[in-house]
C-alpha cells in the first residue's frame, strides 16, 4: 500500500521560515520524482516546488523562487520544502505528491499518489 505522509506543517509569522517534509513508502517503482502543491481556501491547487529521485533536478513556481528550497535526504526517503520569508499569502494547506519525473510530478493531473495535506498559517 502506498503511504505519502506530510509533516512540519504550523503556524509562523510573516518573516519566519518552516521545514516541512514528506515521506513515501510502498512504492514499487523504486524511482519517483517528489513534489509539492499547495492549496489554499476556495482556490485550486497549484504547484509549488519539485525534485527528482536524485535530487539533480528541482522546479519551482514563480512565486516561491530565492524563498522556497526543495531537498532530499542523503537516503532519499524523505523530501524537504525549506520555507524562508514566508507571506500571508503562502497559507495554505500543503500537499505532497509522487510521479514518475519532474514533468509528470509538477502537473496535477499527472501525480500518481498525494498526501493528506498539512497546514501552514502565516500570520501578519
Known amino acids: 500500500q502506498v503511504q505519502v505522509v506530510e509533516s512540519g506543517g504550523g503556524l509562523v509569522q510573516a518573516g519566519g521560515s518552516l521545514t516541512l517534509s514528506c515521506a513515501a513508502s510502498?512504492?514499487?517503482?523504486?524511482?519517483?520524482?517528489t513534489g509539492w502543491f499547495r492549496q489554499a481556501p476556495g482556490k485550486e491547487r497549484k504547484f509549488v516546488a519539485a525534485?527528482?529521485?536524485?535530487?539533480?533536478?528541482?522546479s519551482y513556481a514563480d512565486d516561491v523562487k530565492g524563498r522556497f528550497t526543495i531537498s532530499k535526504d542523503s537516503a532519499r526517503t524523505t523530501t524537504n520544502l525549506r520555507m524562508n520569508s514566508l507571506k500571508p499569502e503562502d497559507t495554505a494547506v500543503y500537499h505532497c505528491?509522487?510521479?514518475?519525473?519532474?514533468?509528470?510530478?509538477?502537473?496535477?493531473?499527472?501525480?500518481?499518489?498525494w498526501g493528506q495535506g498539512t497546514q501552514v498559517t502565516v500570520s501578519s
Open positions: 505528491a509522487t510521479a514518475r519525473t519532474v514533468t509528470y510530478v509538477r502537473n496535477s493531473k499527472t501525480v500518481d499518489y
Open positions: 510502498g512504492l514499487t517503482d523504486g524511482t519517483y520524482a
Open positions: 525534485i527528482s529521485w536524485t535530487g539533480s533536478t528541482t
